[in-house]
Each structure stands twice: as C-alpha cells, then as structure tokens.
C-alpha cells in the first residue's frame, strides 16, 4: 500500500474512532440530563408541595425566613419552660453551706474565687455583672470557709476582699445572701493579699479563728487569674488548685438546676427544628446563624455560640471557615449551638437535611441515592448508635473513661476511628463545658448521680461533610440516664 492509501486508511481510521467517542459522549451526557432532570423533577415537584401548604408557605426571603422560624418556635407554645424559674436566695445559700462541709472533709481553710462562673454558681455574679468593660487588674474576691455551731453543724462564712472605692458598689449588685455582706476593704496603695492575710491573723474573718501557727491552706479554680493566685502565696497562703469534694458541689445538679438546663437544652433543639422546616436553597451558613439566633431570644433565651456548616464544612467540628457556604438540595448541615437561661447554659447539636430535600419513601428511591447521599445516612446512623451506646455506659458507678471508650468502639469498629477526633461529652451547667469530662483516659473519675453531660460523637470527613449528634443526659441513681433536651434525633430528616 503506498503512502497515500495508507495516509487516507488512517484518517478513515481516526474519523471512525472519533465518531464512536462521540456518541459515547453523546449517550453519557444523555444519561447524565435524563438523571438530573429527574432529580430536578422530584426536586420541584416536593418544593412545590412545600410550597402549597405541606411545610407551609415557602420563605422567599431572609425576612420571611425569620419571621417563619420564629412563629413555627412560638406556636410550639414553649411548654419546655413551664418547669424552669430563676433560682431562690435558698438555692445559693445551700450551695455554700455544701461547700462548707467539702472544705472540712477535704481539710481547706477556705475556697477563694474571683468574678466568674464558680462566682455566679455561689453568689450570682458573673465577671460581666462586676467588670462590664474588662477583668481589672483590682482584685475583688469572695472568700468562703467553714464554721461550725455549738451544734456542730457546719455552714459557710463568707467575706469579700474589696478595693475600698468600690464595696458600696459591691452592696448594690444583690448577691443572694440572708445576712449583711462583710468585707476586707483595701486601698489603693496596700498589698491586697497581705491585707487580707493580716485580717486572717485578727480573727476578723468569721471562720478564721484557731489557725495561727499555720499558712492557711487555701484552694481555688481555673479561673483565678495566675497574678492573683502568685500574690496569695507570695504574702503565705497555701495555695491548691480545684479538686476532692470541693469541685463535686457544682458537678452535682439540685432539682431547680436540672430543670433549667432541661429547659433550656430542650428549646434549643425546638428552636433548631422550628427554623428547618423554613430554610430554602441559596441560604449561606452565617444566615442561618443569625435567623437560629434571633430565634432562641423570641422565648427569652440568650445565644452565646452558634456553628452552621454545610457539608466539607462540618467536617472541622468547631469550623473555622467563613460562613459563605451556600444551601443546596443535598447539603449536609450541621448545627451546634448554646444559649442561656436563668444562668445556665445549652449545647446541642443536630445534622440534617434541609427540608427541601425528599426523604426516600421506599426502597426504589433509597436505591436511586447517590453513593455520596448513602454514605452520608450510613454515617450518620453510625453516629446516632455511637451515641446509643455512650448512654448504655452513662451510669452512676462507671468512670468517665467509659463513656467515651463504649461511643469510640462503635466508630472504630465501623472503619472512621480516626474520624473521630475529640472526646465523647463534658459536663454542663452554668458553664457549657464543666468537669467531669468524658474522654477515654478520665479513669479516675467515678460517675455519680446528679451529674449532667452532653453526649456528642461525631464522624468527621475532611473535604466532603461531618456528622454529631449532642444531647443533655442526667445520670440517675439506677438505669438509663435521663435525656433533659428532649427527644433525640431519629433520623435526618427528623433531627
């Protein structure tokens, strides 16, 4: 064959074959119309039912979208409150007198706490209620100790140490107590630590006397600043860090704190559920952050965290992209949120679909998923049954450890161990993470009843989506623990 036929044979050849791949292309992109439209159809034809009354008017817009959020909250009537009131001067009265009796049986002079949240659980005072601006370098503490009666009943006495200018000011901030408040004031110009030490040697400290020969052995928490922690033993106090009894009065929950934070963690949920129903494509999780917000404050409770991820999102647990990402049909969302009320605090999570997005009714549509849609409901049921055994373990008398250890073999043994990167909960109360702390090494610590945790695992795929499911639990005296926000997730489509 000479060249000219063979040259003519080749582009015979490459026309052929180009043809073939051509209607290979053709027939894929064929397919791939005829799959989109139908997913566009099913789309539209549940939007348009959405739309005609199965959801209720469809927001169009982010003022729709609020008022939505909020009325569908409200029209739950907020039965979730009806249990919940702010705390009696009683309240904090007993809690003192409880630390009384730990400072005794743990062998501490007295407990010292500056403006916070140990501050606000014994005297209703948060570092915001004394130093709205900043926290001040003047120290201003309440120091609590041990005084026994004639009786040998063992109650608190409780002094301040108080700049001089600002103790009628301290008078004014309505601390629950049933006597007058007694102060340590000092000047300006004085060492307060020293001042207080010379008050502690004068006996003019009610629980003081009898400790002459001794540095008086003094603990405190985490949220004493180190520079007033230096200048208590700079000027001879022994001073420990928070533990023994002592930080077991606030681990352990009364009847009025368990139903705060049952209402509290219970309305959240709602809150998130009542603005699901109202969410529309195009939303950008900071627009969902500001609607959630602006519907927890319609029954009276304060937002203080607010995490909305979408998908690729989510799968950082805390975020820390920039809350652009926009609402579609498929997206995975991902909410983890708090708010307080009446001092305590909420943290939940919920994962889910919007609600534009059809559930599958039958095993045909379930089948008809995507393989990234199947694996998201694979996960997500992974992590729900990761939470279902963290609550088999969440008992009086098992450690903290396992909790955590019974929510890691479920995830491990389903291939994502290392997808799970932080611990499985923490105690909640007036703060949203208080000890205990529920992490596979916290071997030591013996669960009591009372005590009130989250129970938050969570899967988490780097570029495609995250999964967490946080509930409030309440470890009782016998038996499964006690769920105080509500009903748990059943699915995601009913977070």
Known sequence: MDSKAQEQNWIFVAASAGTRRQSKIRHCLALAILSACTCFVLITKYYDNWQEGLFGAAPQNLDQFQKCSIKNFLDTGLPFLDSASPLPVAEFVERRNQLAEALVADGIDAFLVEPGYTFQYYANISQKDWEVWEPEERPFLMVVQPQSSAQGEISAATTFLAPSFEVERAKLLGMPFEEALAFVPWEEHWNPYETLMEAWHSNSLAGMSGQQGRAPKIMVDEEMRDFIQRGLGENGFDVIGLGGEVERVKQTKSVREIEIVRAVNTGTVEAVRAMRECMYPGLTENQVMNVLDNTLRAAGMEPFFDIVLFDEDASNPHGGTDGSKVLEAETFVLIDVGAHLYGYSSDICRTFFPPFFPKPSSPSEYAALSVDIREKLSVW???????????????????????????????????????????????????????????????????????????????????????????????????????????????????
């Open 381 to 495: 049921d992974t992590v729900l049954e990761a939470q279902n055994q963290s609550m088999e373990f969440l008992k009086a008398g098992n450690s903290a450890a396992s909790v955590d250890i019974a929510a890691r073999k479920v995830i491990t043994d389903a291939g994502y161990g290392e997808a799970f990167t932080h611990r499985v909960g923490h105690g909640i109360g007036i703060k949203a993470h208080e000890s205990p702390y529920l992490n596979k090494g916290n071997l030591e610590v013996i669960l009591r009843a009372g005590m009130t945790f989250t129970s938050e695992p969570g899967i988490y795929l780097v570029d495609k989506f995250g999964v967490r499911h946080e509930d409030i639990l309440l470890v009782k005296d016998d038996g499964e623990p006690e769920v105080l926000s509500g009903i748990r997730a059943k699915g995601p489509w009913e977070p």
